[in-house]
């Protein structure tokens, strides 16, 4: 199998939430290495990406883009989600908040005899707490020029707000 295949086939069963056909692309020595987390062996990696299924039920990624160097490929890509489960992290356990997320992310995996053999995950936790309703969305200053009175600071949100649904879309507060 090649890297490629190997890819592939983790990111179909990723999808599939078929934590068996997962652990069937990891070499026994797998590390992984995460926002607040790291492990070893194929266990540890499998009971990791599995968390996510009990967290976000529908979880899902779609791969934006990927390149592939020999035994290694770089993958950007968005995770989808639905909170349902306990989130667990290095500080404690989050209740379900039911809310959407959608974050980036980049990962750097390596591959030995067609299996992933290492994992190196980064996405952006803030965010996905700011989605969860955990954190205060940021407001950034935006300067817009008045006519009259020079530049003025006005407010903009950073990443949008939630709607009803759970889900973020954009919004501006530009005032006249």
């Keep these: 199998m090649t890297a490629r295949d190997a890819f592939e086939r983790g990111t179909n069963s990723f999808n599939a939430h078929d934590i068996q056909g997962f652990r069937a692309v990891l070499t026994d020595d797998v590390v992984f290495e995460a926002p607040g987390a790291r492990g070893l062996g194929k266990a540890a990696c499998a009971e990791f990406f599995g968390s996510w299924f009990a967290t976000f039920p529908d979880a899902h990624v779609e791969v934006n883009n990927v390149q592939f160097f020999d035994d290694m490929a770089v993958e950007e890509g968005t995770f989808t989600g639905t909170h349902h489960g306990v989130l667990p992290t290095p500080t404690g356990d989050i209740p379900p908040t039911g809310r959407s997320v ?75």
């Design 102 to 176: 959608q974050v980036n992310y980049i990962q750097v995996i390596r591959f030995r005899h067609g299996k992933h053999s290492s994992f190196h995950l980064a996405f952006d936790r803030l965010l996905m707490l700011e989605q969860l309703g955990l954190m205060p969305a940021p407001v950034v200053g935006t300067y817009l020029p008045d006519l009259n009175a020079g530049l003025v600071l006005k407010g903009k949100p950073r990443f949008g707000t939630n709607n009803s649904k759970g889900t973020t879309q954009e919004r501006t507060n530009y005032e006249q």
